[in-house]
């Protein structure tokens, strides 16, 4: 059973940091690409960045990219996603997703996590 | 980024109806579109990828149609477990998500 399970979130203050992770088991971690989707409060869903299996590729949406960085250790089945310079637009449920190609060309996400809540206000 | 806009925001309706939910494209995007379902304090659970392909495990009342900029998912016949919101998401560029359909109970 595949099973992908998120942990890091919290409150945190306006240009402050944080490190989500996501322990992935059930599937061969490696084989997979990988996303982070975000659901601000009562709001719809926003991609928010992709890496390959092997880490070799990645990608953010604009509002992130130079503040989050994607990363994995296949070795530990498990993904990160670390924010800095956070905004008090990025609080939301920060889910990671699986993919179902290796590559990250065309994200389609077939097992979610439950989901971490990161919370930026002063 | 491809916008995507989904019609209507919200439906009412009844066990056993045939329901049709609508997601406009704002550039062609051929048929790099899928179709997630998602219930209250759920995460999003994948229906339909590549605009008409049936996920593994998703009951065949579900049903995808569309290609360019204009794609249909349709429910056949409402089940009392079908009722959620649903969304679509572009998969031709950086992925976007269409603002969410609500499919409440008439």
């Known amino acids: 059973e595949v099973q992908l399970l998120e942990s890091g979130g919290g409150f945190v203050q306006p240009g402050g940091s944080l490190r989500l992770s996501c322990a992935a088991s059930?599937?061969?971690?490696?084989?997979?690409?990988m996303s982070w989707v975000r659901q601000a409060p009562g709001k719809g869903l926003e991609w928010v960045s992709a890496?390959?299996?092997?880490?070799?590729?990645?990608s953010y949406t604009d509002s992130v990219r130079g503040r989050f960085a994607i990363s994995r250790d296949n070795s530990k089945n498990t993904l990160y996603l670390q924010m800095t310079s956070l905004r008090a637009e990025d609080t939301a449920l920060y889910y990671c997703?699986?993919?179902?190609?290796?590559?990250?060309?065309?994200?389609?996400?077939?097992?979610w996590g439950q989901g971490t809540l990161v919370t930026v206000s002063s | 980024d491809i916008q995507m806009t989904q019609s209507p925001s919200s439906l009412s309706a009844s066990v056993g109806d045939r329901v049709t939910i609508t997601c406009r494209a704002s550039?062609?995007?051929?048929?790099?579109l899928n179709w997630y379902q998602q219930k209250p304090g759920k995460a999003p659970k994948l229906l339909i990828y590549?605009?008409?392909s049936l996920q593994s495990g998703v009951p065949s009342r579900f049903s995808g149609s569309g290609s360019g900029t204009d794609f249909t998912l349709t429910i056949s016949s409402l089940q009392p477990e079908d009722f959620a919101t649903y969304y679509c998401?572009?998969?031709?560029?950086?992925?976007?998500f269409g603002q969410g359909t609500r499919l409440e109970i008439k």
């Open positions: 997703a699986k993919d179902i190609v290796v590559t990250i060309g065309a994200p389609t996400f077939d097992y």
């Open positions: 059930g599937f061969t971690f490696s084989s997979y690409a």
């Open positions: 890496i390959s299996g092997t880490g070799g590729s990645t």
């Open positions: 550039q062609s995007i051929s048929s790099y």
């Open positions: 590549a605009a008409s």
């Open positions: 998401q572009q998969t031709y560029s950086t992925p976007t």
